[in-house]
T-cell receptor, first 112, second 115 residues
Framework: GDSVTQMEGPVTLSEEAFLTINCTYT??????LFWYVQYPGEGLQLLLK?????DKGSNKGFEATYRKETTSFHLEKGSVQVSDSAVYFC???????????FGKGTTLSVSS | GAVVSQHPSWVICKSGTSVKIECRSL??????MFWYRQFPKQSLMLMAT?????????EQGVEKDKFLINHASLTLSTLTVTSAHPEDSSFYIC???????????FGQGTRLTVV
């Protein structure tokens, strides 16, 4: 079945460092891909998404490009801030949008 | 954005007792609510989808008699873990929306520990 694999955490970085969180997927058809973020004490929020190959999703300085050839959707940010400390989930959905399939989540901790 | 409130945020209960978790949409009407579960170091897994006024649809492998879901109004869904056991200890998250899972808003989650 469809699945998402993302890198194990925690990821610990200093402020202004470059961030990459790897995400690869297995799916039939052409899924849409998502990154969600969960800040401490809050619900998951959609961070960015891409709906077709080569699309780049971006938001709040984060980017991810839908790579069909490598079945990847890696999350990147050029300069992280302490406020980016959170858990990040990669996810995909089927074409009907009736279900979300998540990765295990990666905890990011940024120190000043 | 839309707000979904989940209560309680954490709960500890004794083995054999039942626990109810509430999921409320505070500023919109949610025709569809989704319940997820996340075991430590595992993925967030969809347990069931509920539509207001009808029976929930459970994912394969989820016991409907153990995890009772009620979605009696457009702003409230409840998940009751009946006769809880330590293996039910997990992080439970709801999301609420008006159809598609990708357009639903998430609650903050409930950490259940069964002792």
């Amino acid at each position: 079945g469809d699945s998402v694999t993302q890198m194990e955490g925690p990821v610990t970085l200093s402020e202004e460092a470059f961030l990459t969180i790897n995400c690869t997927y297995t799916a039939t058809g052409y899924p849409s891909l998502f990154w969600y973020v969960q800040y401490p004490g809050e619900g998951l929020q959609l961070l960015l998404k891409a709906t077709k190959a080569d699309d780049k999703g971006s938001n709040k300085g984060f980017e991810a490009t839908y790579r069909k050839e490598t079945t990847s959707f890696h999350l990147e940010k050029g300069s992280v801030q302490v406020s980016d400390s959170a858990v990040y989930f990669c996810a995909l959905t089927n074409q009907a949008g009736t279900a979300l399939i998540f990765g295990k989540g990666t905890t990011l901790s940024v120190s000043s | 954005g839309a707000v979904v409130s989940q209560h309680p945020s954490w709960v500890i209960c004794k083995s054999g007792t039942s626990v109810k978790i509430e999921c409320r949409s505070l500023d919109f009407q949610a025709t569809t609510m989704f319940w997820y579960r996340q075991f430590p170091k595992q993925s967030l897994m969809l347990m069931a989808t509920s539509n207001e006024g009808s029976k929930a649809t459970y994912e394969q492998g989820v016991e409907k008699d153990k995890f009772l879901i009620n979605h009696a109004s457009l702003t409230l869904s409840t998940l009751t873990v009946t006769s809880a056991h330590p293996e039910d200890s997990s992080f439970y998250i709801c999301s609420a929306g008006q159809g598609y899972a990708t357009e639903a808003f998430f609650g903050q989650g409930t950490r259940l520990t069964v002792v």
